[in-house]
């Protein structure tokens, strides 16, 4: 794997992050709203037990959103909170700036080509012979 892809993968992971968390806090949010409806109907209303057993139902069920949706979070606020210490504009522009470094380095490399600076292949293989090679290959 080239330096370039690691680079551009933490990036997408950062930026994953990111959408991932605000989504999840969001979705925690209205599963406590969600929540506290459903309570507010058990508490206040005298339902008969179909009704009482739909809502727990509903109940268990937002609060296993609830719960995946914490989960989410609390996986990526470790990366939130390095970013946040360290100025997520400012990491993900200087790593943005070390990706298209490193993209370059690589296109030199992969483009690399040698000019000959002296006979000595000439001398070993024969005048004219030792020309055309690159990079130890017989260039097309």
């Not at 933490?10 to 925690?28: Q, S, T, V």
């Not at 989960?71 to 100025?87: F, K, S, T």
């Not at 070390?98 to 483009?111: C, F, I, M, S």
Request: glycine share 10%; with cysteine; charged share 40%.
């Amino acid at each position: 794997m080239k330096g370039s892809e690691s680079i551009s993968g933490f990036l997408k992971f950062l930026r994953e992050c990111e959408e991932g968390y605000g989504m999840a806090k969001d979705k925690e949010g209205e599963t406590d709203r969600e929540t506290q409806d459903i309570l507010h109907r058990l508490e206040l209303c005298d339902d008969g037990h179909d009704d009482t057993a739909r809502l727990a139902v509903a109940l268990r069920e937002v609060r296993r959103e609830r719960r995946m949706a914490k989960d989410r979070c609390a996986e990526a606020e470790p990366v939130i909170c390095w970013l946040q210490r360290h100025g997520s504009k400012e990491a993900v522009k200087s790593l943005e700036q070390l990706l298209g470094d490193v993209r370059k380095a690589e296109a030199r490399v992969e483009n690399r080509g040698y000019v000959e600076k002296t006979d000595i292949l000439d001398k070993v293989f024969g005048k004219g012979r030792g020309r055309g090679w690159e990079g130890g290959r017989k260039a097309p």
